[in-house]
């Protein structure tokens, strides 16, 4: 079984447009709990144009109640997003190398050359009981290069994975993000992966065995504008394994 956790970006970001509370975000983050979700994600970006510092806190204030669903917070660790880590305490904090003016998150950490970083933060983590994941490439190199950070899991990137999907390039992209994810699986790191997947590629890219988590917002997001949100979520969670 894969956890599915919903990234709520998206939502923060409809909201924000009109300069009011509407969207609702804990009304909607309360909806996928209620509807079977045990994960919420969010990337919470210094410029504050979708997910805001406060809705990090009033988001992990919610799930606080809510034991069986797990907090993940993205982003990249400056001072400041280390420090909201810590309050707030997710169970999961997944690594990002985002610039503050990126789109969107576009690329895995060259583990290299910032192991230094990368192993002290993973390190203060564990010590607050916080499970780190580093944000990859699908790329087995890379991969070993992790087991020395002390992170608890790798969150592939799988952009070219939804990029390749339904062309003729997808068989030799799967094997990449194969051979990553178990690779992973055999150093004993937990295997997460996000970005572009969507209900028509998901299934496909869960045939890679010992995929722990995938977060999933723009997809979802759009596909519940078009299909209503239940019956997205149920689809994805059928998917998962999550639904029987």
């Keep these: 079984m894969t956890t599915l956790s919903v990234n709520v970006n998206k939502i923060a970001l409809l909201r924000n447009s009109r300069g009011h509370d509407y969207p609702h975000l804990l ?8 509807l079977g979700v045990k994960g919420i994600t969010v990337h919470p970006r210094p410029d504050e144009r979708h997910v805001r510092r406060q809705d990090a806190y009033d988001i992990g204030a919610l799930l606080a109640d809510q034991p069986d669903v797990e907090f ?7 001072p400041s997003f280390l420090q909201l880590v810590s309050d707030i305490k997710p169970d999961q904090c997944t690594l990002v190398p985002d610039d503050p003016a990126q789109l969107t998150s576009d690329h895995g950490w060259d583990v290299a050359a ?14 607050q009981g916080i499970r780190s994941s580093l944000f990859l490439d699908a790329d087995a190199e ?9 992170a608890d ?8 994975y939804a ?3 339904a062309t003729a390039k997808e068989a ?32 496909r890219f869960l045939q890679i065995p010992g995929i722990s988590e995938v977060s999933i917002g723009h997809g979802l997001v759009v596909e519940c504008l078009e299909h209503g949100i239940s019956k997205v979520l149920a689809s994805y969670l059928q998917i998962t394994g999550e639904k029987p």
């Design 72 to 78: 993940n917070i993205e982003g990249y660790p400056s």
């Design 153 to 160: 899991r790798i969150e592939l990137y799988t952009e070219d």
């Design 163 to 165: 990029r390749a999907f």
């Design 27 to 34: 009304d909607f983050v309360q909806r996928c709990v209620d």
């Design 172 to 203: 030799e992209v799967f094997s990449q993000y194969e051979r990553a994810a178990l690779r992973a699986v055999e150093l004993g790191l937990g295997v997460n992966a996000g970005h572009d997947l969507n209900l028509d590629n998901l299934g």
């Design 114 to 127: 910032n192991a230094g970083l990368l192993q002290d933060v993973s390190g203060a983590f564990r010590e």
């Design 142 to 150: 890379a991969v070993d290069q992790v087991a020395s950070t002390g």
